[in-house]
């Protein structure tokens, strides 16, 4: 059994001099758009964090710079029940839940639980992935845009103990708010390298001893063949899939066989198989 895979996106040109490529990729199903999300609060400068585990996460990482946190009395109760120390407890702001309810974007579920934060410091390919292990494989995301599915994919990649995730630069958002309460504190784990031109990052991560699987929906290898060998597991956005020279890049295509009755797999959960498969093949 294989993937259906819908015919590919019209001809675009990119600033990289890329083309998306032809098929559909993965077969993921059709993605959205970046949601616009709210920024930080009014008059303040920094990343906007909500939900009690992304939170926490960012408290519990001593390389993220905290500027406030606003909490109700049941979420301070849960930190405190959490382990945070008395230092964290003493900056608590004491909010009532609709309080918070007016600095977020509409429809944020933000559990009683908020802060002001800075961005992580800037992760370099070179060394975060580097050496290349066979027990702990790279995830890249090739223009993938939307939060809920980048934090999803960030949960996946830690829970498979992944080196790293590579996103293109121009074109994810930031990692914070709806991204960061899905990924429910992943970001704080998994280092996140924001590469300038995703074919030229496959290139260092071959040179660095990696194997780049795509994952595609035409491929002809079953993702089962995946190599016992370091592993960078590529990913294309929902629908257009991985674009021509990203996929020209790779070493191997692989497919995920699923159901002839089923259309496609979310992104998130095609490479949460894939990370499975990496771990079997190691």
């Not at 710079?65 to 606003?70: A, P, Q, S, T």
């Not at 945070?84 to 918070?100: C, Q, S, T, W």
């Not at 790293?164 to 996140?192: D, F, M, N, Y």
């Not at 290898?221 to 597991?233: F, K, M, T, Y």
Request: charged letters at 25%; aromatic letters at 4%.
């Amino acid at each position: 059994m294989t993937q259906k895979h819908r015919p590919g996106p019209r001809k675009q040109t990119r600033k990289d001099g890329a083309r998306p490529g032809p098929g559909s990729g993965p077969g993921f199903g059709r993605g959205k758009g970046p949601r616009k999300k709210g920024a930080g609060p009014k008059g303040e400068d920094g990343l906007w964090l909500y939900g009690r585990h992304a939170v926490a996460a960012a408290l519990a990482n001593p390389h993220r710079k905290i500027k406030r946190i606003l909490a109700t009395k049941n979420a301070a109760d849960w930190l405190a029940e959490h382990g945070a120390d008395g230092a964290v407890l003493a900056r608590l702001e004491d909010m009532k839940p609709d309080a918070i309810d007016r600095l977020l974007h509409d429809g944020a579920v933000h559990q009683g639980l908020a802060a002001v934060a800075d961005e992580l410091p800037r992760a370099r390919l070179k060394d975060v992935c580097a050496p290349a292990e066979r027990h702990a494989p790279v995830l890249v995301l090739d223009q993938i845009t939307d939060p809920q599915n980048i934090g999803a994919l960030f949960r996946s990649a830690a829970a498979f103990g992944a080196k790293a995730v590579i996103v293109q630069e121009r074109r994810t958002p930031p990692l914070s708010g709806a991204l960061a309460k899905a990924a429910a504190g992943a970001i704080e784990i998994v280092p996140c390298v924001q590469a300038v031109n995703i074919a030229r990052a496959l290139e260092a991560l071959k040179d660095l001893g990696y194997h780049c699987a795509g994952l595609a929906g035409e491929a002809g290898d079953d993702i089962s063949a995946l190599p016992d060998a370091p592993l960078a597991i590529v990913m294309g956005a929902e629908g257009a899939g991985l674009r021509q020279l990203v996929a020209a890049t790779c070493d191997t295509l692989y497919r995920i066989p699923i159901a002839p009755g089923v259309e496609s797999l979310n992104v998130s959960n095609a490479a949460a198989i894939s990370l499975y498969e990496a771990s079997r093949a190691r």
